[in-house]
């Protein structure tokens, strides 16, 4: 499966898909890179005056990069990815944070896999700014399940 691919089989969608590409993966990680363009709608409520992106949102970039593209990258099943035949859902996250991230600033998500058994794989995170300064990390899991139906 190529980058381009895996990108295709993200059970997301504009707005919600924070993943603009993926730089690297394997068995052990993943990187990719997000845009927070500042046309973003929760910028629009969040610190009207001084807009800066939630927490929130920070971790689901991270997710979304070092957790979701690696599990499905580790399934390797397009044909069960392509049919909507995968559940992704997060279980938990530990995440700090230390510095903020603003309208226009592109992040690096780093992800090292800590285990993948019993459909659950547990990732630890980091993500970056554009002057390499960790921006935050932590530890995010999340269950890969089949449909039934998939």
Request: net charge negative; proline share 3%.
């Amino acid at each position: 499966m190529t980058k381009k691919e895996l990108l295709q089989k993200l059970p997301y969608k504009k707005p919600f898909l924070f993943v603009d590409e993926i730089t690297a993966i394997d068995e052990n990680g993943a990187k990719g890179t997000f845009l927070f363009n500042e046309d973003l709608d929760f910028y629009k409520g969040h610190f009207a005056e001084k807009a800066v992106t939630p927490g929130v949102i920070l971790t689901e970039c991270c997710a979304q990069i070092g957790l979701v593209c690696l599990g499905i990258y580790l399934l390797n099943d397009a044909d069960i990815i392509a049919h909507g035949g995968i559940q992704i859902g997060l279980s938990s996250s530990q995440m700090d944070f230390y510095e903020p991230v603003f309208p226009n600033e592109k992040v690096l998500v780093v992800s090292e896999k800590v285990y993948f058994r019993f459909n659950k794989l547990k990732c630890k995170v980091k993500m970056y700014n554009a002057n390499e300064e960790l921006v935050c990390k932590g530890v995010i899991s999340g269950m890969l399940k089949m449909n039934e139906n998939g």
